[in-house]
């Protein structure tokens, strides 16, 4: 930080007329050893952490945004850059990649504060440490009620429980140092679990203990946290001139404005309540067959929907589970990436990263050239916060010579015994596709301004590269190639890959339900002018204006939602991933309109628009050089069989 703050101090009080290069390329070339070191360090807090670790990131993080609020307020600095914006239009000799990271510079330092005079800059610095010292600990409260549950089962509780599941079970008591068997509040047991255990009351259990994450009374009690991050995001929307949060987070996106998600969510939730309820009337009546004559409860639904789809598909997770082998999914990402970019991957045995479960792959081009490096760390373990995520331990870019990123993927599957594979769920597989298309938006990025760099784009953009890379993973030539059985080496039966996709559109009603709820309370929380006094109180009043059916909760309770408290990256955008979906849609069909999974000219026009052009122009701008258009909603509603 000491260096990074003399160089910028080097910026601001140059005696040298303020132009293009000393000053905005000059703050581009500062700070490059903070941001190898944070890189780093974060990727340490996320995936292998513990007490010390912890410790030093509650210490760091007011410390760094400290820092950060120091150059953003550095009333010389800001001078110089307004100095350059203001003289854009005379600047004939940039080009457009440099117009786009002048305004987005310019527009960087406006959204943080730099018009602010006197107290008001000294409270926006207290309220971003504030900040960053709240959203910290919500997310290490989380990891804590996750690590901290562990329940025990004994040998007849294992009634119903597929093999998979029941070693997954046996490796997770295994690294507690615990014999048997044990649930854990890892997603991938405790959603098998709920989907399969026959005791209803240990579903109950471990489904109270999932979603009560963050709301138990003690020290990890997130209620007080995210109640004070509410109070102090709304204080800041009204020091920077907007009406609520939202507002200001919103302004800088695609939406633009909480209406325009608003409308989005609302017009997808009427359609999905109206099939969760038709779902729950079947389930219930299921449930009844079969002597269970309790009201369908939330830890009802996923048991009842997977003997529903037994049922009606005559198909379950547990049979489709040995053909999607962890090791053959990673080779089937890389085939795809292959087949659309001429992306080539060779493992690195020797190469050694955060802990011995990390792999490493050198990736390279069509051409033979190094493309970058990837990392993957694939396993649950009690030192990675849950979830599954992208990022960088550095970031592509073309300035004084450039350099070549280095981008990691994080899960959290089941790690099996000693000798057997790992299995994935086709959810779990997907989730594998979604980071790696991530993955590929930092690795194929090709600008040459480090913040324009990867995924360095608008909150409601970015999940257009990895929900779009999703779709190739049930593409039949990538299905007979790579979804082989774990014992008999076979390909994925073409009648069962019918009805996968004759069940695609199952249960959607329920996952529609419980991700737009999420979505319209993060809004709700946000978009007032003043922060609710009781959030929890807030989001019951929206579940229940919503209509919320009794049988299903939202993804994540707000004590939990780290998306939108653990910092605020998705606070206010939760419904990114949502409006990433009506692109993605729209974007896979521009491959279905030729017949061909892989047309060679879509996919140029998607490399050069999309996986490639990081932020180097207006996302809209991007989208409709590579479809000739934006999109409706309609391929969404079309994807969601709604």
Do not use: C
Not at 90 to 119: C, H, I, M, N, P
Not at 354 to 370: L, M, Q, S
């Amino acid at each position: 930080m000491a260096e990074h703050r003399s160089e910028i101090d080097a910026i601001a009080d140059s005696a040298v007329e303020p132009d293009f290069d000393n000053t905005i390329g000059a703050l581009e070339r500062s700070g490059r050893a903070l941001s190898r070191v944070a890189s780093i360090f974060y990727a340490l807090a996320g995936a292998e952490t513990g007490p010390d670790l912890e410790a030093v990131e509650r210490n760091v993080s007011p410390k760094l945004s400290r820092h950060d609020s120091a150059i953003s307020l550095n009333a010389g600095l800001f001078a110089r850059v307004e100095a350059v914006h203001a003289k854009a239009g005379s600047l004939t000799d940039l080009g457009a990649e440099d117009r786009r990271l002048l305004e987005r510079t310019y527009t960087g330092f406006v959204r943080s504060g730099a018009r602010l005079q006197g107290a008001d800059r000294e409270r926006l610095a207290e309220i971003d440490a504030r900040l960053s010292v709240l959203g910290t600990q919500f997310s290490q409260n989380v990891l804590s009620d996750e690590r901290d549950f562990v329940m025990p089962l004994e040998i007849g509780d294992l009634a119903g429980l597929p093999d998979f599941l029941v070693s997954a079970m046996a490796g997770a008591a295994a690294a507690r140092g615990l014999a048997g068997h044990v649930v854990t509040l890892s997603r991938s047991i405790v959603v098998p679990f709920l989907s399969f255990s026959e005791r209803r009351d240990l579903r109950e259990r471990a489904f109270a203990a999932w979603t009560a994450r963050g709301e138990k009374e003690g020290p990890t009690d997130n209620r007080p946290i995210l109640a004070e991050i509410l109070k102090l995001r709304a204080e800041k929307a009204k020091l920077l001139g907007y009406p609520s949060f939202a507002a200001y987070k919103l302004d800088d996106a695609m939406a633009k404005t909480p209406g325009a998600v608003r409308t989005l969510l609302e017009e997808v939730w009427e359609k999905a309540r109206e099939r969760a309820l038709r779902d729950a009337e079947a389930l219930q009546k299921l449930a009844s067959a079969v002597g269970d004559n309790h009201p369908l409860a939330p830890h009802d639904w996923r048991f009842y929907a997977e003997k529903r789809r037994r049922s009606e598909f005559d198909f379950d997770d547990a049979a489709l589970k040995p053909y999607f082998q962890l090791e053959r999914m990673i080779e089937a990402a890389f085939d795809v990436a292959g087949r659309l970019f001429g992306l080539t991957f060779e493992r690195l045995p020797d190469a050694k990263g955060w802990h011995p479960d990390v792999r490493v792959w050198a990736v390279r081009t069509a051409e033979g050239k190094p493309a970058g490096t990837f990392l993957g760390d694939y396993f649950a373990r009690p030192s990675k916060r849950s979830g599954a995520w992208m990022s960088a331990l550095r970031r592509q870019h073309g300035l004084d010579g450039g350099q070549t990123p280095v981008i990691y993927n994080v899960m959290n599957f089941a790690k099996p015994a000693e000798g057997e594979p790992a299995l994935l769920s086709v959810d779990d597989a997907k989730t594998l596709f979604h980071e790696f298309g991530h993955a590929l938006h930092g690795l194929l990025s090709a600008v040459k301004w480090p913040s324009l760099a990867g995924t360095s784009v608008a909150r409601d953009f970015v999940e257009l590269p990895s929900q779009l890379f999703e779709h190739w993973l049930t593409v039949p030539a990538i299905l007979e190639r790579h979804a082989l059985h774990a014992e008999t080496g076979k390909p994925l039966p073409a009648e069962l890959v019918k009805r996968l996709e004759a069940a695609r559109g199952f249960d959607t009603g329920f996952d529609t339900v419980e991700y737009t709820s999420s979505a319209l309370v993060d809004l709700a929380l946000h978009e007032a002018g003043e922060a609710p006094d009781d959030p929890a109180a807030r989001e019951a009043e929206v579940l229940k204006g919503l209509g919320m059916p009794a049988a299903i909760t939202m993804r994540h309770r707000s004590p939990h939602f780290a998306h939108i408290f653990a910092g605020d990256g998705y606070s206010s955008g939760y419904y990114s991933y949502m409006w990433s979906e009506v692109l993605d849609a729209d974007a896979f069909e521009a491959f279905e309109e030729t017949g061909d999974a892989f047309d060679r000219e879509t996919a140029e026009r998607l490399l050069r628009n999309v996986y490639s052009a990081g932020n180097s122009d207006e996302p809209g701008t991007l989208y409709e050089r590579f479809r000739g258009r934006l999109p409706t909603t309609g391929a969404l509603l079309r994807k969601r069989g709604l």
